[in-house]
């Protein structure tokens, strides 16, 4: 059974909930630098309703220059696999690639030349979402893309109070961003 559907998780998520004056919990994430303020995405869970029954809802919101940039990187990451068949990206090596100073270098530049060439000629566009997942190991799971500068208490807050009485309204434009917009 799904743990995020018994009654007795619900009543202990709610007291949590109460305990922080919120109507959500804050999820801490294994991978979460402490360090690293990040004001772009939040894990969290909340107790809402799916089919007339009370459930654990295991929400990852995040605005959506986060989810486009993800998104131009993965499809960078895909041409230059193509461009360098042989090359292993940092975070997927094991240890046992012998990848020399000077690949890396080629890599990273060819990288940052499509993702460039992705985000200039607007390959990637992305609008607000919720996706839900019922079947998820705790609960129901729900990734969520903002179309908001930052994710805070209030943005969170908002969501929620809207997803639990049903009335979610997505911005259905379509949005592209380039790095350069950092910088300004």
């Not at 303020?37 to 919101?61: C, S, T, W």
């Not at 041409?79 to 046992?96: A, F, I, W």
């Not at 270098?105 to 997942?133: G, K, M, P, Q, Y």
Request: proline share 2%; aromatic share 10%; hydrophobic share 30%.
């Amino acid at each position: 059974m799904n743990p995020g559907f018994d009654p007795e998780e619900i009543a202990q998520l709610k007291k949590e909930c109460k305990a922080e004056r919120l109507n959500f919990i804050y999820v801490a994430d294994e991978l979460e630098d402490e360090e690293e303020e990040n004001n772009e995405h939040a894990h969290v869970q909340f107790v809402g309703y799916y089919k007339e029954k009370e459930v654990v809802y295991d929400a990852l919101i995040y605005t959506l220059r986060l989810h486009h940039s993800t998104l131009v990187y993965d499809a960078a990451l895909e041409r230059l696999k193509k461009e360098m068949p042989h090359y292993v990206s940092q975070d997927e090596r094991t240890g046992d690639e012998k990848i020399t100073e000077e690949e890396d270098e080629e890599a990273e530049l060819l990288l940052t030349e499509f993702i460039e060439e992705i985000e200039e000629n607007e390959e990637i566009t992305v609008r607000e979402h919720v996706e839900i997942d019922n079947q998820f190991e705790y609960g129901i799971g729900l990734e969520v893309g903002l179309n908001k500068t930052e994710i805070n208490e209030k943005t969170i807050n908002d969501f929620i109070i809207r997803f639990n009485s049903g009335r979610i309204q997505l911005d259905p434009t379509l949005y592209s961003f380039t790095g350069s917009e950092d910088e300004d």
